[in-house]
């Protein structure tokens, strides 16, 4: 059994080593910079102990339930206030946050090692942790919104981490904006409970206490308060699911994730990865309750997710830069997860975020110990890197295994969960809409597979193809600029400890997470774990858990096949033409790979069209000059203050500058004082 | 009535007066003495202002700290001189002893006729001050129009640009707003029937108004404070002084008028408006909140294409004060009792935007003094070199763009709350301003602090410890709002609360 003060300890460590860093450690200069790395590991070490004990003794039947503080009181019936929501989902969250980016602050200690803001960073990170963590800890909507905005935040300034390269800053600004256009209607969905808070008070319940808002959701008939129900209920989880595709980066709010590679790759591994774009996910989960009384809802996340799942799988297939592959496999990779939300596989949904969380973090510190060597990002300057990096090799090719979902790693366990569910349906959509999921899924199978051993391929077998100097060769003489991240620092050889360490752990767990966590076919693992664990700890934090189907060897065996399918594609694609340069053999797909490779045009259609053409250059353009010319001109009377502001200027520069308007506005006052008293 | 004498506030209020007279006199002469004697007066004033704000009592007499002095009695007319505070003001008068003190250490750069430069920046302080604590409208309307004086100069003389147009401009407009109020109050006055110009009696239940005796129907009052208020505040649009007054005014004027003064309109329209004129408000809060939002918008759009940093500031400051607008226009709701969300949003708005606002002024202020430039395509990748400022850019930009853990997010929350109950589809409008809000401080940020550094910077050195006290002063103020806002949330609410129950009790006897 924890204290209250040693629950919060998780989130307030990661705090204190955020003030630490940042008033005492990096004021002090670059000499003691390593303490920054030391002091961000040892806070998240110790959060990361205190998770797995949180998570051990909540499962084993302590109850925690401790009364939350009031930070802002609004009116009967709606109240701010700071609170602890100690369920499964949020036990299992804290485990994976800390943990993940406990591994990822070690691995930076070599990656980022000898960067003159080395400083600087921890400080962010250590605020990225803290607020992930106060988000998942949240009880109250507007705590949750709060800490929201702060990975925002978090993710705003280390995507932005280089910020001397354009690029950078540009992609950081762009995710904070496109993020922040799905937070309207999270800020939306928020403002409309405030509007029922009479409601909630007349049944004695806050309308900004997250269990208060399952309770409002759920009808009268299954025991609950009845206060949202039909259009208004599908606009709430709308306005929240809005929120959630921005920070998940779901269709049609993704661009801003690929662009997000421009950050340090250690910050692509926890954030946009493992732990802030799955926070989507999360709110969705966290108001599962609320959603699964909206049939609608649930429709349009189990679509918008499976179309997103196949949707960015296809981008990935065109991709050339090795950390955006891995960005479009984790934007359809939150496709799956919010598909299975949307057809009720909520067991299911979080089990793929806890094992996505290992293996999608493992090849991106994979990405980052091969640019590590290469000086480069961009898989056409790699090749054969397997020899000089055996670590990472075999590293990354787990990954990638467990990514396509290959028995018996965990990415498989989890993923096939989930199309199992779609296939049986749960009944929380209409069939046909969960066996449509299933089959976008399925076909997800096949393009993650190609993709994932298109990427090894490239990346380790063939011949070394001269990795960043060749690159910047190429740039100079087609006389084009250099992308970010790619320097002459070319050494062919294995990465240090301080980054192979955490990819091993991360390594262990993309082989095991999954069926450990989630035992199948045995009665318990070493006694400890009893079977279907996960999927049962998820489901006894819902009213009306359901529990997962038994497992199915016909499904495991198909979607092993499909993805077998696509890994053989992809070698026979790749390692067949033996005399493979510089010329990815897709290319020859024309129209269709260059619409891939140009992302659907998307990017130029929000960024050149929308936001540039019509918003810019014609809207605010047009409203510009109405304000300078229009209503400046009639309203403040320019034409005759401009003839007349000279003579009077004239008159006040007569050595009387400051007696003149003085005079004048107490000579007003003594009129107006005398009027009064004698009229 | 309230009466007594107790004199912190007479202090507080002309402290800096009684030192600008001091130094007209000329007991400090060079101009390292002058600057030092200003930053410990400005000092001194803080600490009052920050003894006002703890002594006032929520919960207590609702008007507090009294000095009354009756000044003109000739039988049918009563003028007093009348300060107190309430949980409106009181925070307020904090928001000025804070921004005076950044004011005066923003200028320590000043050489050019020091002594006037401070004289009159304190006699501002004091008429700002005034403004907050009369509570007779006679001595409000003279603070009113006696602050106009010192800005006027400040302006002109110390400004940069086109400054004498536009120290014209903000003097302009003003006068022509104040016209509409000295109609008000001498209307008010000879409606009222008690020969008096204390507004406590005005804002007392019910009200001293009568209708019936009214020299001008009370519909028509309530527009001609509004007016004058609206064009302080300033409200699109009246709006085109504040972008020129601002872009050639000196870095402490810029700080006060984004600060303070514009507050003045807002606590204008909480005192006046809102607080006698109730029924009024609620009639017409609709086409209130439309130039809420509409300022909001507009504000936001005009501040995207602007590529001189004040300017961008002075236009977010526009959009900024239409979330005021939006949340004293929440009084007309639907269905239900009125909460105080929306009106302790607005004043949260004022204090909030004073302190933020303050900020990048401040901010653009080092910036300038530096580069000399504003421009903003001849800036960049200043980050760099200037760590200290672009934290300050930073976190003034976040705060601005309504980040929580700041303050600005409270005030915008609490304003949308509040207004979602009255107008959802005008408010579902002004939550879109938050992007728009996202896009232009971050673009800003990206061109001036980010990107490559242009080869003319590279020189440049972090803003100096001077400079640094009014950073630090305002990042503490935006963060201990934003970290734990009852403290302040509370004493507003106090304030606001004979509003909210004078409505309250209106649609009770309505029904």
Not at chain 1, 489 to 506: I, R, T
Not at chain 1, 566 to 595: E, K, S
Not at chain 2, 307 to 334: E, N, Q
Not at chain 2, 408 to 431: H, M, Y
Request: hydrophobic letters at 55%; aromatic letters at 12%; glycine letters at 10%.
């Amino acid at each position: 059994m924890l204290s209250e003060a040693l629950v919060w300890a998780i989130f307030l460590l990661p705090v204190a080593s955020f003030l630490l860093i940042g008033g005492v450690i990096r004021p002090l200069g670059p000499s003691v910079a390593k303490a920054a790395g030391y002091v961000t590991i040892l806070a998240l070490g110790v959060g990361f102990v205190l998770s797995l004990w949180l998570l051990r003794s909540h499962a084993h039947g302590v109850v925690y339930d401790f009364a939350p503080h009031l930070w802002l009181n609004l009116a009967p019936g709606a109240s701010v206030q700071m609170g602890l929501l100690l369920d499964p989902l949020t036990n299992v969250m804290l485990v994976v946050v800390t943990g993940v980016s406990l591994m990822v602050q070690i691995y930076s200690m070599g990656y980022m090692d000898g960067d003159e803001s080395f400083a600087r960073y921890y400080a962010y990170m250590s605020l990225f942790s803290a607020s992930m963590i106060g988000l998942v800890l949240a009880s109250n909507i507007v705590q949750m919104y709060v800490f929201w905005e702060l990975v925002g935040l978090s993710s705003y300034l280390l995507i932005g981490f280089w910020h001397d390269r354009p690029s950078a800053a540009a992609a950081a600004k762009k995710a904070f904006i496109i993020t922040r256009i799905g937070d309207v209607g999270f800020l939306l969905a928020i403002i409309f409970l405030f509007f029922q808070a009479d409601d909630f008070a007349a049944q004695g319940l806050n309308a900004l206490h997250i269990p208060d808002i399952w309770t409002a959701a759920a009808p009268i008939a299954a025991g609950g308060a009845g206060i949202v129900a039909g259009g208004a209920l599908l606009w709430l989880c709308l306005g929240l699911f809005a929120g959630a595709a921005g920070k998940s980066g779901q269709f049609p709010l993704h661009t801003w994730l690929p662009d997000a590679m421009e950050g340090p790759t250690p910050v692509s591994a926890l954030i946009h990865a493992a732990t802030m774009v799955a926070a989507g996910v999360f709110l969705v989960g966290r108001f599962f309750p609320v959603f699964s009384e909206s049939e609608g809802a649930m429709m349009v996340v189990a679509l918008i997710g499976a179309f997103t799942a196949v949707f960015a799988a296809t981008m990935g297939l065109a991709a050339n830069d090795i950390k955006r592959v891995m960005a479009y496999s984790t934007v359809s990779q939150l496709g799956y997860m919010m598909a299975a939300l949307g057809i009720g596989a909520y067991n299911a949904a979080l089990f793929h975020l806890f094992t996505h969380a290992f293996f999608k973090a493992l090849l991106f510190l994979g990405a980052g110990s091969v640019n590590h060597a290469a000086g480069t990002f961009n898989m056409m300057y790699m090749g054969g890197l397997r020899k000089a990096m055996p670590f990472t090799y075999w590293l990354t090719v787990i990954g990638a295994l467990s990514l396509v979902g290959i028995f018996p790693l965990a990415g498989f366990w989890s993923k096939d969960e989930i199309l199992l569910e779609a296939w049986l349906g749960t009944g929380a959509v209409e069939t046909s809409v969960s066996l449509l999921v299933f089959v976008l899924l399925l076909v997800g199978v096949l393009l993650t597979a190609f993709y994932s051993f298109r990427m090894v391929h490239l990346t380790f077998h063939g011949e070394f193809r001269g990795g960043g100097e060749q690159e910047l060769h190429d740039c100079e003489e087609a006389g084009q600029p250099a992308p970010t991240g790619v320097s002459h620092h070319v050494h062919l050889g294995e990465s240090p400890w301080w980054m192979v360490g955490p990819m091993v752990f991360l390594g262990i767990s993309a082989v095991i997470a999954g069926w450990v966590a989630n035992p199948i076919g045995v009665k318990s693992v070493f006694g400890l774990i009893p079977s279907h664990w996960l999927t049962d700890y998820f489901a006894s934090g819902l009213h009306d858990g359901h529990h997962a189907p038994p497992f199915s060897i016909a499904m495991a065996v198909i979607s092993n096949v499909v993805a077998l399918a696509g890994i053989g594609l992809a070698v026979l694609t790749y390692a067949w033409p033996r005399g493979f340069t510089n010329t990815d053999p897709l290319t020859r797909g024309g129209i269709i790979h260059a619409v891939l490779a140009q992302r659907y045009y998307l990017d130029h259609l929000y960024e050149g069209v929308i936001v540039g053409r019509v918003f810019y250059r014609v809207v605010a353009a047009v409203t510009d000059w109405f304000d300078r010319n229009i209503v400046d001109g009639i309203v403040g009377l320019t034409g005759w203050i401009s003839r007349n502001v000279g003579s009077l200027i004239a008159l006040a520069q007569n050595g009387q500058v400051q007696t003149y308007p003085l005079v004048a506005a107490l000579g007003g006052l003594v009129i107006i004082v005398l009027y009064l008293i004698l009229g | 009535m309230p009466s007594g004498f107790n004199g912190l506030l007479t202090a507080t209020v002309f402290l800096p007066a009684v030192a600008a007279l001091l130094l007209a006199t000329g007991i400090v002469r060079d101009a390292r003495s002058i600057r030092w004697y200003a930053g410990i007066v400005a000092l001194a004033d803080l600490v009052l202002s920050v003894i006002v704000f703890v002594l006032f009592q929520p919960g207590g007499d609702r008007f507090q700290l009294i000095d009354r002095f009756d000044w003109i009695d000739t039988g049918t007319v009563q003028a007093s001189y009348l300060l107190g505070v309430d949980g409106i003001s009181a925070p307020l008068v904090m928001l000025t002893g804070l921004l005076g003190l950044c004011a005066v250490f923003v200028s320590f750069h000043i050489n050019d006729r020091v002594k006037e430069y401070f004289i009159w920046l304190f006699v501002l302080q004091t008429a700002v001050m005034g403004v907050f604590t009369s509570l007779d409208f006679l001595l409000f309307f003279l603070f009113w129009e006696i602050e106009l004086v010192p800005m006027y100069l400040l302006i002109s003389t110390w400004g940069t640009g086109r400054r004498e147009y536009s120290a014209m401009k903000f003097l302009i407009f003003t006068i022509l707003g104040s016209a509409f109020m000295l109609v008000a109050i001498v209307a008010v006055f000879v409606s009222s029937g008690v020969g008096s110009f204390d507004m406590t009696r005005l804002l007392e239940p019910g009200g001293a108004l009568d209708a019936s005796r009214a020299a001008l129907p009370l519909g028509v009052l309530f527009w001609l404070f509004f007016i004058a208020f609206a064009v302080k505040l300033p409200t699109w649009p009246v709006h085109t002084w504040l972008p020129d007054a601002h872009t050639d005014a000196p870095t402490a004027g810029s700080v006060m008028l984004a600060g303070v003064m514009l507050k003045m309109g807002g606590y204008g329209l909480l005192r006046v408006n809102a607080g006698m004129f109730p029924e009024q408000l609620a009639n017409f809060a609709l086409p209130i909140v439309a130039l809420g939002v509409i300022s909001v918008l507009y504000g936001a759009v005009v501040t995207l294409r602007q590529t001189d940093l004040k300017r961008l500031i002075a236009y977010s400051s526009v959009s900024h004060m239409g979330l005021v607008l939006i949340g004293i226009g929440s009084v007309a709701v639907v269905g239900g009792a009125l909460t105080d969300a929306g009106l302790t949003g607005a004043a949260m708005q004022l204090f909030t935007h004073g302190t933020i606002t303050g900020l990048l002024f401040v901010a653009v202020g080092i910036l300038y003094e530096k580069t000399h430039t504003r421009h903003i395509p001849d800036l960049g990748g200043l980050a760099n070199r200037m760590p200290i400022l672009a934290g300050a850019f930073l976190i003034a930009g976040a705060a601005s763009l309504g980040l929580p853990a700041m303050s600005g997010f409270v005030s915008e929350l609490l304003v949308f709350f509040g207004a979602f109950r009255a107008f959802p589809a005008l408010t579902i409008l002004a939550v879109l301003g938050i992007i728009l809000a996202a896009g232009y401080i971050l673009w800003m940020i990206q061109r001036t602090m980010f990107g490559p550094r242009p080869a003319r910077w590279d020189g440049l050195t972090d803003a100096s410890l001077v400079n640094t006290v009014p950073v630090a002063l305002l990042v503490i103020s935006i963060f201990a709002v934003g970290i734990y806002p009852a403290w302040l949330t509370d004493v507003f609410r106090d304030g606001l609360e004979p509003i909210v129950n004078a409505y309250n009790l209106g649609i009770a006897g309505s029904r």
